[in-house]
């Protein structure tokens, strides 16, 4: 037992260690990596990331997967967009956003537990639905998000801030709102009847349900949870980037899931942590800044990415191995 407590600790302090060392190998491999411009880089790369990976680390603990993040965010964005142009005002946009998320997620939910359609299956369907309505809805027309007040909230901290703040000028609100939310999420996640849920169907699904909780329910809920997360993300990728383009998205919950991956968030279920899904994200985009500023290709970035990904599933599989064969001892 004791070798197994040791392996645990080990194993959390494994993601905050590769941040580490990523954030000093670049700080020494490229001087470009030292300015205050690549932090501003990174954390602006992490808001949409970080958020759906928040909301999918609930639906990988419970042993599931959504692969719609990327085009649940975008067809909420596509929808408010349209609605912007009938004359909308920009809050109400956003809610719409959040809300087409939401339903995504809900029938993501619907038909995981209800219909018992396999994860992976349902929410792949489910993303190429949703990236082709956001083309039908749109007339396949780029949306922009150009309201000044509306990327104030949620980019940068205007130029004309308080003297006395006058540090924060043109510094990424963002990350205050991510943090909020981390918050949010890891009280619902570890201190709510639901978190518990959570882990329990992720460890025993079978047993979860024969002990009297309603599964079906919850679980419906989880995904639901993850489509409002995706629709957050929504704001803050408009804020950073304007322009949203029909047809894209497909390829983005990659990102957030090897970020919960990388966190130490168990693919087979069971485990995991926001606090690791965080540190995850934060690699993920310290990683992808990080080989762009050394002058290597899209295809580099991706390559490594995915050996980390594969490094850090394996990784897992040998937890899981090691567990069961204590469990058997």
Known sequence: MLNTERNFDWQKLLAPMVLILMIAFFYIATPNARSINALVNVLNASYFIGFMALGVTFVIITGGIDLSLGTTMMCGLLVGGVALRWGWNIWSVLALSIAVATFIGLLNGMMVAYLRLPPFIATLGTQMMGMGF??????????????????????????????????????????????????????????????????????NYEAARLSGINTR?????????????????????????????????????????????????????????????????????????????????????TFMTGLIVVGAVLLDQYRVRRAAAVRKI
């Open 134 to 203: 956001g083309a039908i809805v749109t007339k396949v027309t780029t949306m922009r998000y150009t309201d000044q007040s509306f990327k104030q909230l949620f980019y940068k901290f205007p130029n004309n801030f308080a003297d006395n703040l006058s540090f924060l000028r043109g510094f990424p609100i963002g990350i205050v709102w991510l943090l909020a939310a981390f918050i949010v999420a890891w009280v619902i996640l570890n201190r709510t009847r639901f978190g518990r849920y959570v882990f329990a169907m992720g460890s």
């Open 217 to 301: 329910f919850w679980q419906m809920l989880v995904y639901t949870l993850c489509g409002f997360f995706c629709g957050c993300a929504g704001i803050f990728y408009s804020a950073v980037y304007t322009t949203i383009i029909p047809s894209t998205g497909n390829g983005l919950e990659l990102l957030a899931i090897a970020g919960v991956v990388i966190g130490g968030t168990s693919m087979a279920g069971g485990t995991g942590s926001l606090t690791g899904t965080l540190i995850g994200v934060f690699t993920m985009s310290t990683l992808r800044l990080g080989l762009m500023l050394m002058g290597l290709q899209g295809h580099w970035q």
